[in-house]
């Protein structure tokens, strides 16, 4: 009986998500995970637009799909006129919003998160990109979505290993921000929607007081210095949230070999990540590999590694108005021999 209404319930939000849509008076075109095929059907039949399939996860983030979304909307003559839909996880919010930004200029934008890391993260700020043989989202762009449309409903189908993964952003969020939080998704669960908002209003105002990613917004890419090495050392098979939390024991150990961090807190921090996300790498990863991925990240200047610091849980560490601050390649080697 609650599974019928919930079910209802969904249905209804279609049919809402769509009005929304057709509201905005553009010419639609929707992209999809492949794994949400049912549902954008349903979509794309409600706003009478044509439906392109991509594939699942992070294998849609690259310029061949990219190139598949622009030569779909010019067979069509799409114009400037015109709003891409985006239906999945974050890797379809990063693909689409790109695709966007770049189509005839620029066209609108509408998302549909259906993953936990979506909505809590990938699909507030306007940040998009695909990735490179060179490195994770190495072509990008700052492209807002104009309308996104949430339904918790979506997470029911999720993996446990992709609610971990959304779990691990929004511990980064309490660990930049509010000690409180990361007690709160101990409790759990991480699905709950007033943690999820919890989550929204935190990167919403980081992101709020610093759109360019000059100061603050920094804090952001806490644990993906090493999270987004360790993704591209495991070719993209492990989820980006899981890596992230990899990511987020290396640059908490970091910070507490550096005195910047108590010995408590750093244990805390891995007893709270290793009991949101008990997911193991395929394989220990070599330090040395991982640091020459690091060394290409986007945050690197001139190609000294940079990363980002805790104080204490909820407080961040700030290097003279800035959140990032170098690190010799020593010393983030000892940090991986500590967790791996
Ligand atoms: N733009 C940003 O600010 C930002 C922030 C954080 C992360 N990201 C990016 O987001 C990506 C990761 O996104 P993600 O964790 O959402 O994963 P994802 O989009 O890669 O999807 C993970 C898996 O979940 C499946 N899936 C999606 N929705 C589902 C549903 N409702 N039910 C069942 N399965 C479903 C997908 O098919 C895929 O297999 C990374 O590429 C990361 O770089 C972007």
Known sequence: MQENR??????????????????LGKRNCLVADRALEVYAKELALLIEAPLL???RGEACKTRLQKEAIEDFLFARSFG??????GVGGGSVHDLVGFTASTYCRGITFVNIPTTLLAMVDACIGGKTAINTSYGKNMLGSLWPATLTLMDTHFLKTLEPVEVAAGAMEMVKHALIADAKYLEELLTGPVTDLDLIQKSIVIKEAICKKDPLEEKERLLLNFGHTVGHAIEAYFSYAISHGIAVGFGMKVESALSYIQGWLSKEDYQHIVYVIDALSNFTLPFTPEPHKLIEYMRRDKKALHGIIRVSALEKIGKPKAFGGSFCTPCSEELLSKALSIIF
């Open 6 to 23: 919930s079910s209802k319930r969904f249905m209804t939000n279609v049919i809402n998500f769509a009005n929304q849509i057709s509201a």
């Open 53 to 55: 399939l991509v594939p």
């Open 80 to 85: 400037k006129d015109s709003c891409l839909i």
